[in-house]
């Protein structure tokens, strides 16, 4: 049960931290095309020397008019791990960046692993509390 404690202690402060890393520059996209309901593609330099990228996106239909007529956009790329040099994705409703789902599962299963590894440590000390000392 202690396994299950620490697993369930170390998925919390996993999920519950931070979903991009400080390292994820922003970075400029170009606007390749643009749909009205805010779907876009875009084009941006991987700024760790990847060369030029294209990506499907959403783009904020709501932005200054400047904007829109200079095809310009930003987002965040990734800045470790296999998808380094890659966009985040910016969530369905156009709110800021969709990090990731799985971190809300792990906290909910951390905290499930924690109650039932606390759980049983509580009862396992109650019981031996109530049987008394050892004997040999």
């Not at 200054?64 to 791990?81: F, P």
């Not at 040099?85 to 369905?92: A, C, H, T």
């Amino acid at each position: 049960m202690v396994a299950a404690t620490t697993l369930g202690a170390a998925s919390v402060v996993w999920g519950a931290g931070p979903r991009n890393g400080p390292d994820d520059p922003q970075v400029d996209l170009t606007v390749l095309s643009e749909e009205a309901d805010g779907g876009c593609r875009v084009a941006w330099t991987d700024p760790w020397g990847g060369g030029r990228r294209t990506a499907d996106h959403w783009c904020d239909p709501t932005r200054d008019h400047l904007l829109i007529a200079d095809k310009w956009e930003t987002g965040i790329v990734r800045a470790s791990g296999t998808a380094r040099g890659e966009l985040y994705p910016v969530r369905e409703d156009g709110r800021g960046i969709d990090y990731s789902p799985e971190p809300e599962a792990a906290v909910f299963v951390g905290y499930l692993a924690l109650l039932l590894g606390a759980g049983a440590v509580i009862g396992g000390t109650v019981t031996r509390l109530r049987r008394g000392p050892a004997r040999r």
